[in-house]
């Protein structure tokens, strides 16, 4: 499975912006997905986890999210999107996003993708 995080950019304080992840690959790979998560990493600091979607459909946030950030399917079982609103500075991360393999102990990483929001 491959992950390709998109959607990254620049944005001023208040503005919204929209990631993508897809994860392509063969379709038994892609089947056995169980779980699929954002995380971020800002300049200097340890990453962290956003929200995970897990295979029954559920979705949670970190506590921080507190509203700001909506995680979604768009109908195919190997996207989720994150719709970030209210985007602050400290918003400013690598975005990642991360699957979970059912059978795997070993979850896969996309590249990453750039936010940065300027004051």
């Known amino acids: 499975v491959q992950l390709q995080a998109s959607g990254g950019g620049l944005a001023q304080a208040g503005e919204s912006l929209r990631l993508s992840c897809v994860a392509s690959?063969?379709?038994?790979?892609?089947?056995?997905?169980?779980?699929m998560g954002w995380y971020r990493q800002a300049p200097g600091k340890q990453r962290e986890w956003v929200a995970t979607?897990?295979?029954?459909?559920?979705?949670s946030y970190a506590d921080w999210v507190q509203g700001r950030f909506t995680a979604s399917r768009d109908g195919a079982k190997n996207t989720l999107n994150l719709q970030m609103n209210s985007l602050q500075p400290e918003d400013t991360a690598v975005y990642y996003c991360?699957?979970?393999?059912?059978?795997?102990?070993?979850?896969?990483w996309g590249q990453g993708t750039l936010v940065t929001v300027s004051s």
């Open positions: 991360a699957v979970g393999i059912l059978g795997s102990d070993t979850d896969i």
């Open positions: 979607r897990i295979r029954a459909g559920r979705i």
């Open positions: 690959g063969p379709i038994p790979s892609i089947s056995r997905i169980s779980r």
